[in-house]
């Protein structure tokens, strides 16, 4: 914080501690991207964080998000142990040691989505993409087997925090963020232009050309496969630009297509 004006100083009361949050003027000059038609579209998930797709700028990549998942996974595990312990011993649920044991779990998924968010954003400036388009995260999870409500609920969150993180950082820059409807994504070919409904309707039955296989591919009307999340990314974008299509996508990238259907790489974040 040396050097910088500070404006605001909150102080948050916590079970056995407090937490100083600062406010302070940014006057970092950041580079600016001008408008252009460079796009993104991002699919959200668990394993796989983020799917990237763009229009025909730089092929599919992924950011792993397995990291946050073994991270709640070992917060889940020592968290029960220690509630165990303490209903034996004390007939409570909660302590100093649990919420110590959950400020560490908050912080290291807090300081992975940061990182995360900044390789996106980076992409972006490389790449001079001016607009970006994620899948709605309510949605993001019906394809996620979640297990339990705590689980849900953590997930959730971190998507949550991820948008909304990436959504600023993004701003910084003049890139546009939008949140898109995500209803039918997983479900449609892209391949094939599928028609998508712009929601979920309680009675509609759409019929599509594909369908979504095991071990994450999707299979077009003529059997072509296409990892599945880079489908549902390409559908999102389709969504958000429905002039957009696999055979605009085609024209522009020619017989290479193949390698724009699946990912070229997987981001880890350390």
Sequence with gaps: MIGKTIKQVEIIPKSH?????????????YRQVASNDNVMSID???NNLATCVTNSVIKPFIVDGRR????NAYYNKRKALIQS?????????????????TDWRNARVNDYLHKATAHVVKTCLTHQISFVVVGDVAKSLDQINLGTKTNQNFVNLSLGQFVEKLSYKLGQHSIKLIVANESYTSKASFKDSDKMPKKYEKNAKPTYSGKRLKRGLYRSKDETLINADVNGAYNILRK??????FQKLINKVGNGIKSWLHPTGRVFIK
């Design 17 to 29: 501690s407090f937490q100083a949050v600062f406010v302070y003027e940014d006057q970092t000059t």
């Design 44 to 46: 959200l998930g668990l």
């Design 68 to 71: 946050i998942k073994s991270v």
């Design 85 to 101: 312990e303490l209903e034996k011993s004390r007939g409570k649920r909660w302590s100093n040691r649990l919420q110590s044991l």
């Design 240 to 245: 958000s630009d429905c002039s957009f299509s």
